[in-house]
């Protein structure tokens, strides 16, 4: 309720991307760029508006980002070429979700990476953090690792699956 009052006191809200109480994907994706970094109660804001990043002042207003960015083409959604920058024309445009996989920050930035250890039958010891693409090299299903780490299999195509903080406590011990 609070997003709806939001938006009908917001003056750009006839801005046709609003029909019958939906909003178009456009809006969509306007709308929660700024919830990511302007409501410190968003579930994303740690990664956004907490660390630093904004919407550019000219993006306040949904008609400004309409007519900088156009519709947002289906199948795309919106991403920052720079990570590390402010939402803004210059740093922003519409990606596939395999763009924005291959856009993302550098590992050193996240401090609770999720790293896996991959264990073929060869005894090859393989600790990375992408099992996408692991997945993708290995011809395995991101699935079944998946699987695997969590438990619920043992192995799969031979290879084993660890997270690393239970690896390492195997090869402590």
């Given at each position: 309720m609070k997003r709806d009052m939001r938006r009908e006191k917001n003056p750009n809200y006839k801005h046709g991307h609003s029909s019958n109480g939906k909003v178009s994907p456009t809006y969509n994706s306007w709308?929660?760029?700024?919830?990511?970094?302007?409501?410190?109660?968003y579930h994303q804001f740690k990664d956004y508006g907490g660390r630093g990043i904004k919407v550019c002042e000219r993006w306040q207003d949904f008609a400004n980002f309409l007519e900088d960015m156009g519709e947002r083409p289906s199948g795309k959604t919106l991403?920052?070429?720079?990570?590390?920058?402010?939402?803004?024309?210059?740093?922003?445009?519409?990606?596939?979700?395999?763009?924005?996989?291959?856009?993302?920050?550098?590992?050193?930035?996240?401090k609770n990476q999720y790293f896996f250890v991959a264990v073929s039958k060869q005894g090859e010891v393989i600790v990375t953090n992408n099992q996408h693409e692991f997945a993708r090299q290995h011809n395995l299903n991101q699935g079944n690792?998946?699987?695997?780490?969590?438990?619920?299999?043992?192995?799969?195509?031979?290879w084993k699956f660890y997270r690393l903080k239970d690896y390492l406590a195997t090869v402590v011990a």
């Open positions: 709308d929660r760029m700024l919830q990511r970094c302007q409501n410190p109660k991403d920052r070429i720079n990570n590390d920058g402010d939402y803004e024309p210059k740093n922003c445009r519409w990606a596939t979700r395999k763009e924005q996989r291959q856009n993302r920050r550098k590992e050193k930035d996240y690792i998946n699987n695997c780490l969590g438990g619920r299999a043992k192995s799969h195509k031979g």
